[in-house]
């Protein structure tokens, strides 16, 4: 009997597309925002498993997720101006690796401003100057949008892919 490698499952054809659709949105729904919290960062990953970002997965699911992600950062945001003391929450879109994204609840302020700084020789990002993914997926928010081309190099692995951040101006 042959064994089913990686390369075989992504020209597979992901079945029940609606179905775990329907079960991810619910999923996101249900994510509360933190009330208590000890260090200085707190993040989300996204409650599903790896299908997401599989080849033959519809562009529309891939829509409906990366939408209902932004409005779920939106309704975190709007929880976090009751608070006090310094909290930022960021939303993040990992492209192609839908599945890496996250959403970040920051709760110190030193932490937050350094978080963007990325060159060092592993990991470096990259501004990009022109281009929107919520434009591209025709999604609308009033979040500020910053996308970066993150770039990793370690010394038998390199990895490149698209992080697009979505926060309050």
Same mark, same amino acid.
């Given at each position: 009997?042959r064994?089913?490698?990686?390369?075989?499952?992504?020209?597979k =054809?992901?079945? #029940?597309?609606? &179905?775990?659709?329907?079960? $991810? *949105? &619910?999923?996101?729904?249900?994510?509360?925002?933190?009330?208590?919290?000890? #260090?200085?960062?707190?993040?989300?990953?996204?409650?599903?498993?790896? /299908?997401?970002?599989?080849?033959?997965?519809?562009?529309?699911?891939?829509?409906? +997720?990366?939408?209902? /992600?932004?409005?779920?950062?939106?309704?975190?945001?709007?929880?976090? =101006? !009751?608070? !006090? @003391?310094f909290?930022?929450?960021? @939303?993040?879109?990992?492209?192609?690796? *839908? /599945?890496?994204?996250?959403?970040? +609840?920051f709760?110190?302020?030193a932490?937050?401003?350094? +978080? /963007?700084? &990325?060159?060092?020789?592993?990991?470096?990002? %990259?501004?990009?100057?022109? #281009?929107?993914?919520?434009?591209? &997926? @025709?999604?609308?928010t009033? $979040? %500020?949008? %910053? #996308?970066?081309?993150?770039?990793?190099?370690?010394?038998?692995?390199?990895?490149?892919?698209? *992080?697009? +951040?979505?926060?309050?101006?």
């Open positions: 009997m064994s089913m490698s990686l390369y075989d499952c992504s020209k =054809k992901v079945r #029940g597309q609606k &179905r775990k659709l329907n079960l $991810l *949105l &619910r999923q996101i729904d249900s994510l509360q925002a933190p009330i208590e919290h000890d #260090g200085i960062m707190e993040h989300f990953h996204v409650p599903s498993s790896q /299908w997401l970002e599989m080849p033959k997965t519809s562009g529309k699911v891939k829509t409906a +997720f990366c939408r209902k /992600w932004i409005s779920k950062t939106e309704e975190f945001i709007c929880q976090n =101006k !009751e608070n !006090e @003391g909290c930022k929450v960021v @939303g993040v879109i990992s492209v192609p690796c *839908l /599945w890496d994204s996250q959403i970040i +609840f709760y110190d302020e932490y937050y401003n350094s +978080f /963007w700084d &990325r060159k060092g020789p592993d990991q470096t990002w %990259t501004l990009i100057e022109n #281009g929107s993914l919520a434009a591209d &997926r @025709g999604i609308k009033e $979040l %500020t949008e %910053t #996308g970066y081309v993150e770039e990793i190099i370690d010394e038998d692995y390199s990895y490149r892919d698209l *992080l697009w +951040f979505y926060s309050e101006a």
